[in-house]
């Protein structure tokens, strides 16, 4: 699946919660590293980097991922539209999140901050 799908069909999930979602587009405009998409969650920030199955994330974006998470943020990179929402409701419960929640390997995989 494209990343643009797996992002929709994401989007369409986070959007049935009656959560803000806001879809940035790569720009000059838009600063190195930011996420594909920014979730205002029940007054929680959240920030969501999808990526395919086998698609990784950039340095920057790392660093961006470990700013907003020391900020208070909820940050993670995605490839299963499937699993944001509850991945979202994992953070905002105070669960330590992985840097990927992954098909297949989350919710089992261990924390990174």
């Known amino acids: 699946m494209l990343e643009s799908a797996i992002r929709a069909r994401g989007v369409e999930n986070l959007k049935k919660q009656?959560?803000?979602v806001t879809v940035l587009h790569g720009t000059a405009f838009s600063g190195r590293g930011r996420a594909d998409?920014?979730?205002?969650?029940?007054g929680l920030f959240a920030w969501v980097e999808w990526k395919t199955a086998d698609g990784q994330a950039t340095p920057i974006q790392l660093h961006r991922l470990g700013e907003i998470r020391r900020a208070g943020g909820i940050s993670?990179?995605?490839?299963?539209?499937?699993?944001?929402?509850?991945?979202?409701?994992?953070?905002?419960?105070g669960e330590e999140l992985p840097v990927e929640v992954r098909k297949g390997r989350w919710p089992n995989a261990a924390a990174i901050r």
Request: glycine share 8%; aromatic share 8%; hydrophobic share 50%.
């Open 18 to 20: 009656g959560w803000d």
């Open 76 to 93: 993670f990179i995605c490839d299963a539209p499937d699993l944001v929402v509850s991945a979202i409701r994992a953070g905002m419960n």
């Open 37 to 42: 998409t920014v979730i205002c969650a029940e």
